[in-house]
């Protein structure tokens, strides 16, 4: 209700469908389901009154699993991006789990050492909470559209997200 007053809660200690080891950020998407990143290293989604509705991923450190998840969020086309803390890097995702591109942390200015967490305005800019470097960063995504075509970085061999004030591309 709009006054604060408890509706339901779900969810249970564990690791199967609708359980949660360490849940860690949520975050709705432009098409109305909840999604819910758990530690463990997967993405659980719902309606927004409970029911499981999926879940996608698995841990480890390759593109396209996860570790460590600390925060979600969504951007305007409905791609849903996952910071990971233990990776050190930002996942960018169809909301069905397909693998869209990787934004990795850098040796470059501009660059995060520690991503914690996300924010996607309006206008297609990424903001990151870098925590060992004690500040925020900010991106401009190079694409929100459905299916972008992304650009490869200097210094990683993996699909870029977003580019720096300065045009520099990650």
Same mark, same amino acid.
């Given at each position: =209700?709009? +006054?604060?007053? @408890?509706?339901?809660? #779900? %969810? *249970?200690? /564990? $690791?199967? &469908? !609708?359980q949660f080891m360490d849940?860690?950020?949520?975050?709705?998407?432009?098409?109305?389901?909840?999604?819910?990143?758990?530690?463990?290293?997967?993405?659980?989604?719902? =309606?927004? +009154?409970?029911? @499981?509705?999926?879940? #996608? %991923? *698995?841990? /480890? $450190?390759? &593109? !396209?699993?996860?570790?460590?998840?600390?925060?979600?969020?969504?951007?305007?086309?409905?791609?849903?991006?996952?910071?990971?803390?233990?990776?050190?890097?930002?996942?960018?995702?169809?909301?069905?789990?397909?693998?869209?591109?990787?934004? *990795?942390? /850098?040796?470059?200015? !501009?660059?995060?050492?520690?991503?914690?967490?996300?924010?996607?305005?309006?206008?297609?800019?990424?903001?990151?909470?870098?925590?060992?470097?004690?500040?925020?960063?900010?991106?401009?995504?190079?694409?929100?559209?459905?299916?972008?075509?992304?650009?490869?970085?200097?210094?990683?061999?993996?699909?870029?997200?977003?580019?720096?004030?300065d045009g520099t591309r990650?």
């Amino acid at each position: =209700t709009n +006054d604060g007053a @408890f509706i339901r809660a #779900w %969810g *249970t200690s /564990g $690791s199967g &469908p !609708g359980q949660f080891m360490d849940i860690e950020g949520i975050a709705i998407s432009p098409f109305g389901e909840l999604f819910a990143a758990d530690w463990n290293g997967r993405i659980q989604y719902f =309606t927004t +009154d409970g029911v @499981f509705l999926g879940q #996608w %991923g *698995t841990a /480890g $450190s390759e &593109p !396209g699993q996860l570790n460590g998840v600390c925060d979600i969020a969504f951007d305007k086309a409905g791609n849903l991006y996952v910071v990971e803390y233990l990776n050190r890097r930002v996942q960018k995702f169809h909301r069905d789990g397909t693998l869209l591109g990787v934004l *990795t942390g /850098g040796p470059v200015e !501009g660059s995060f050492y520690n991503p914690i967490g996300i924010g996607i305005d309006e206008s297609g800019y990424m903001y990151l909470a870098d925590a060992y470097n004690q500040r925020m960063v900010k991106y401009k995504l190079l694409s929100v559209a459905a299916n972008p075509t992304f650009v490869y970085g200097p210094y990683v061999d993996e699909p870029v997200l977003c580019e720096n004030s300065d045009g520099t591309r990650h």
